[in-house]
């Protein structure tokens, strides 16, 4: 097992049904209307976001990426990060898959300059609310009508 960032030419292909198998049974969105892999390779370019990928027997089976909360430039843009996405394939959930992504992920962000690391989903979503709240996120507060179909809970996690 390894998680270490991916290489945008070789495996943006692999992550990107990594992240399509992960997110097939939710009920709430359409993949399309929330997430991009263009923005997410921008990102990574740019230097203002990491993803990593899971590896077990030379196969992708988990994704994490996350980012800078916005582009302004000093600190207050470089001390939050966000996770825009972390997925894992079916098969493989419930095995702490995720888990051990949060945690490479937050000494990414740790190691940008990040002291904070939020997150949010459907406030409906209570699998994906014990997750991480296991982790030691702590909620930070709801916003009703967040979503096309539906409200956000978002979760926030101090890194230093």
């Known amino acids: 097992m390894e998680i270490v960032p991916i290489d945008l ?3 943006l292909q692999e ?15 359409k993949l399309s209307d929330w997430f ?9 370019e740019k230097e203002t976001g990491v993803c990593l990928k899971y590896v077990e027997g030379g196969e992708i089976i988990g994704m994490v990426h996350a980012q800078e909360e916005n582009p302004i430039n000093g ?7 966000v996770i ?8 493989n959930k419930g095995k702490g898959v995720g888990s051990k992504l949060l945690l490479v992920i937050e000494a990414e962000a ?5 002291s904070k690391l939020f997150v949010h989903t459907n406030k409906n979503d209570e699998r994906v609310i014990r997750f991480y709240l296991k982790n030691g996120y702590r909620t930070a507060g709801t916003i009703n009508n967040y979503y096309y179909d539906g409200s956000a809970i978002f979760f926030l996690k101090n890194l230093k």
């Open 9 to 11: 030419k070789v495996d």
């Open 15 to 29: 992550v990107e049904r990594v992240v399509e198998e992960g997110f097939s049974n939710t009920p709430d969105s």
């Open 36 to 44: 991009s892999f263009s923005e997410m390779s921008s990102s990574i």
């Open 75 to 81: 600190r207050e843009g470089r001390e939050k990060w």
């Open 84 to 91: 825009i996405c972390i997925a894992v394939t079916p098969e």
């Open 110 to 114: 740790r190691k940008h300059g990040a």
